[in-house]
Structures are given as C-alpha cells and as structure tokens.
C-alpha cells in the first residue's frame, strides 16, 4: 500500500496553513513545496500537522526529534518511528479503513482459506486474492520503506 499524491493536502506550521497550487481548487497563500523544512527552524520537541486527502481527512502528527548538526553525510530528514502500515489511498477514511481492516483480518483468511477447496480455483484470480489478503494482514510499520521514499523526495 501507499498513497501516490493523488488529493489535496497541507502543512499547518506554527498557525499558518502551506498546501499546493491547483487550477481551480482551494490555494494557499504559499505553496508546501516552495519552502524547505529547515526555513521554519523548528525547535527540538516542536510539532506540526499535516493533512493529506481533505475528503478523508488523514492527519498525521509530526515532531521534530533532533536537530543535528550535518557533520556525518547521513541522509535527512529520516523517519525513526511509526505505527501501522499506510492505508490504501482512496479506503474513504479512517472509519473505512478500520472496517475493511477487520473484514480482512486472521480469522477471515482461514475461512477465505477454508472456501477455496468449495469449489474450482482460477488461478489468476487467485493470485490477485492471496496479493490483496497478504497486503491487508501484514500490519507492520516498515520505516526502511518511509526513510526510501524520503530519500526518493530528496533527490
């Protein structure tokens, strides 16, 4: 799973609100992407909110850990924690998203498992089934994968 910057969304910094520029959309007074996260000398300790998909409304709380002088040539900004794998990006929100997480949960998959010797398999069906099974059962926050993405950003 993962989301591809597909809905609108934003940055709420110290009281101010920094999104995108859409054609014909709600605009911000300035643009997410035009300003680094080091012009906003954020304190160690010190939080702000992003929001991403404005329907569903995925607020993520984020908090400057450290600042570190770039002796090293270590890579940042990194991730150093999460919880829980990314939601699909259009599940319609957190309501949604729970429920379908507990349709497709331990239990559902035996008794998935169990129907498959019911009738004849289609193999390729059956692919795309035990795919969309394993993505929803690995419940695991993989902060290689975040700290990929955020290099990917860098570059």
Do not use: A, N
């Given at each position: 799973m993962g989301w591809a910057d597909e809905h609108l969304h934003q940055f709420s910094i110290r009281g101010r609100r920094?999104?995108?520029a859409h054609e014909g959309v709600l605009?911000?007074?300035i643009v997410a992407n035009e300003l680094p996260l080091t012009a906003f000398h954020l304190r160690e300790q010190e939080g702000f909110v992003y929001v991403y998909d404005f329907n569903a409304w995925w607020r993520h709380e984020i908090r400057m850990e450290r600042r570190m002088l770039r002796q090293h040539p270590g890579r940042l900004p990194r991730c150093v924690a999460g919880g829980g794998p990314?939601?699909?990006?259009d599940i319609g929100g957190i309501e949604r998203y729970l429920e379908a997480r507990d349709e497709r949960g331990e239990y559902e998959f035996l008794d998935?498992?169990?129907?498959?010797r019911e009738g004849l398999i289609v193999l390729e069906?059956?692919?795309d089934e035990v795919v969309q099974w394993l993505t929803w059962l690995d419940?695991?926050?993989d902060r290689q994968i975040v700290n990929d993405r955020l290099r990917h950003?860098?570059?």
């Open positions: 920094y999104g995108e605009q911000f007074s990314c939601p699909p990006e998935w498992l169990e129907s498959l069906d059956l692919r419940r695991r926050f950003l860098e570059g």
